[in-house]
């Protein structure tokens, strides 16, 4: 630059070569983002990877013999047994009746809470009420239930479909009233407003807006059924996943008994993810939110 442009206040240029030392470049995206929302495929990659991550070290532990093949099998062979039994033993028919058995008896607890919920939600008289019977039994563990039901029910389908009932019904109605109380107040007020009677309110306004979220504690809830499943099993069976396992243990079966918790696993899995694109065909309103 000259003296004179230097006075004159004329803009300094660069030359083409120097103007590409100074570009400016994008910052790189953190993996480990504090509250960044992760990409389809980072996403996939990770889920992959954890996985790899879980058989390469239990294939590794099984092959350096630190742990005892009776009691840990290799996963190659609890896979084998997997198809074994589904290809050659029957394990379909137990499957259908365990997937049988936690539907009818979350429907059954989706009856009873999803109204009881946004009725203790939207009525604080109602909460009142049953909050203190609801609460005092969700500290009461499940299991617990199994010797009375026995002697009630007897040992047929009925003492099964109650557990998984009890385990799930009194969570999920404490998770809906919560979510009913956290409806915008501004909405049931301008509904009341406009001159709207309070069934009328509950019903057009109350509801849908808490429609997303118990959906959302369905999907959590689900988990807790299929948790209960394999102690409903257990018990006074002779069908079912759970009946499957039991039989395993008698004979230190471990490869079945592994075979049938990859199972539950992954019917698990595939309920949820089920419930997941429910919620987003039904609401592709919340998309951007969740």
């Known amino acids: 630059m000259t003296e004179v442009q230097e006075r004159s206040g004329a803009p300094h240029t660069l030359p083409d070569h120097d103007r590409s030392a100074v570009t400016p470049t994008m910052p790189r995206k953190p993996i480990f983002g504090l509250r960044t929302p992760v990409g389809r495929p980072q996403r996939v990659t990770s889920a992959v990877a954890v996985w790899a991550l879980f058989f390469g070290v ?37 499957v259908l009746i365990s997937i049988g058995r936690v539907v009818v008896a979350f429907a059954m607890a ?35 239930f199994i010797p009375i039901l026995l002697m009630w029910f007897g040992t047929g389908e009925a003492p099964k479909l109650a557990l998984l009932f009890i385990g799930v019904i009194f969570f999920l109605i404490t998770l809906i009233m919560d979510h009913t109380k956290n409806v915008r107040e501004e909405l049931v007020e301008t509904a009341l407003t406009l001159g709207a009677k309070r069934a009328t309110v509950v ?5 849908p807006a ?15 059924a299929w948790t209960y499943l394999v102690i409903a099993e257990i018990v006074a069976s002779t069908t079912g996943i759970g009946a499957m396992m039991m039989r395993a243990r008698r004979f230190l079966k471990t490869d079945e008994i592994l075979a049938g918790i990859i199972v539950i696993g992954a019917l698990g899995l595939l309920f949820d993810l089920l419930f997941a694109l429910i919620y987003r065909w039904a609401f592709p309103y919340l998309r951007t939110q969740r």
């Open 110 to 144: 989706c009856a009873v809470a999803i109204p009881l919920g946004v009725m203790m939600g939207s009525f604080p008289a109602v909460e009142a009420f049953f909050n203190p019977f609801v609460s005092a039994w969700r500290y009461l563990p499940a299991p617990s």
């Open 210 to 224: 808490v429609l997303p979220d118990v959906v959302v504690a369905m999907r959590q809830m689900l988990a807790m």
């Open 58 to 94: 239990w294939m590794l532990a099984s092959a350096s013999g630190l742990v005892n093949e009776l009691l840990v099998p290799a996963p190659q062979q609890v896979f084998a047994t997997t198809w074994d039994l589904f290809a050659h033993r029957g394990f379909g028919s137990d």
């Open 203 to 207: 019903r057009k306004v109350i509801f």
